[in-house]
């Protein structure tokens, strides 16, 4: 039967442990599990055993130690986060939102000296206090800030910033060097890692994923929100990008579910980012749909109208089959470029060559413009 670990006395409260059993059953050591607060002095730490029996541990078997906290603070949302007491996190303090508010009620340091202050714009850092606190450096809105006295115009620092509040000052020893972070994920393919994912911020790529479907994008300068988006031909991705922002800490959890493309989605997939077929990728002003129906995989070009027979011809790529005219794909006429007119399957201006050229080309498309009006024609293509 495991015992269970009772701490009492000492001064404090909270404090919780459980014991260490080896393959014997034997207690081979006890692990504290909440440190507990306000410990003056060795606590009594007992095991009980079923049955009421009871094992009092010696006090040379006690050691106290400082209750310190290596990581770091953010704050994140809207709303007053209000710090008193001495703080013992000795790692970074961070302000992105909302209002951090150093108010101590006890003497001593606020934040520990060898670690950095960010603060970004909508956050702000109240130093509640008359007193001086020194850290190593800091960073507003990701950019190191020069070594120096620093607060709030009504602290009269010799440097101030809007960020600052109160009648604290920050001594800040050095001047930071560039910040930069990464972002990291996975990508999964029907619950499982999929393999040969890069992820663009836009400027930097990651390697590709392994097996287990991991990237992570390094040497992400802070300060800046960004567009992630995976690539891999073949396959589409939910969400198709992400917006990341990145505040001074490594960004994590950024994942993507990736679903084998076909038809259009698979096209977009390798050649328009998987934007949208009445989009325009790559800017070359033929949309994405009609690029696909022609099957260019870089820039495309709109044709244009024969000067003689009047007769403007798009060219099919085979990846959409004659089959689906008028339900993928349909030319439209125009006078005004204003209001646009289906033309109907049967209209002897219109052209459909799939009939004598088989897939994969499976023909071309064309129509005659005749008269006065129409003065315009156009492709308007929706793949499914």
Do not use: C, H
């Amino acid at each position: 039967m495991t015992p269970e670990v009772y701490v009492s006395g000492g001064g404090g409260s909270g404090a919780t442990a459980i014991p260490v059993l080896n393959d014997a059953g034997q207690v081979t050591a006890i692990t504290v599990t909440n440190p507990g607060l306000g410990y003056t002095s060795k606590p009594t730490v007992q095991l009980w055993y079923n049955g009421g029996s009871s094992f009092t541990v010696a006090p040379a078997d006690i050691t106290m130690s400082l209750n310190a906290y290596t990581g770091g603070l953010t704050k994140q949302g809207l709303g007053t986060l209000t710090l008193t007491g001495s703080n013992t996190y000795a790692g970074d303090t961070l302000v992105q939102n909302g209002i951090l508010s150093l108010s101590p009620t006890v003497a001593g340091g606020y934040l520990a000296d060898g670690a950095d202050v960010k603060l970004y714009t909508g956050g702000i850092l109240d130093l509640n206090t008359g007193a001086t606190d020194t850290v190593r450096a800091l960073y507003i809105n990701g950019v190191p800030q020069a070594a120096g006295e620093w607060g709030s115009a009504a602290s009269l620092a010799a440097n101030q910033s809007a960020l600052f509040t109160g009648l604290g000052k920050l001594n800040v020893t050095t001047t930071g060097g560039v910040l930069t972070y990464s972002i990291s994920g996975k990508v999964t393919l029907n619950g499982v890692g999929l393999a040969g994912v890069t992820v663009s911020d836009g400027t930097r790529t990651s390697p590709a994923t392994a097996s287990d479907g991991i990237y992570t994008i390094t040497g992400v300068p802070d300060a800046a929100t960004y567009t992630v988006t995976p690539s891999l031909s073949g396959y589409a991705f939910t969400p198709a990008s992400a917006s990341v922002p990145v505040m001074g800490v490594n960004v994590t959890g950024k994942n993507f579910t990736a679903a084998v493309a076909v038809g259009y989605a698979s096209w977009a997939a390798t050649n328009a980012g998987s934007q949208a077929a009445n989009l325009d990728y790559n800017n070359d002003g033929v949309a994405n749909g009609v690029a696909y129906f022609m099957n260019v995989t870089g820039l495309a070009t709109n044709p244009a109208i024969n000067g003689t027979t009047k007769k403007v011809t798009w060219p099919n790529g085979g990846n959409i089959n004659s089959d689906q005219y008028g339900i993928q794909f349909v030319v439209q006429t125009s006078s005004d470029l204003q209001t646009w007119t289906n033309v109907l399957v049967g209209d002897p201006n219109l052209i459909n060559t799939s009939a004598v050229v088989s897939p994969p080309s499976d023909g071309e498309l064309s129509y005659t413009l005749t008269g006065a009006s129409p003065k315009f024609a156009r492709l308007k293509v929706t793949p499914n």
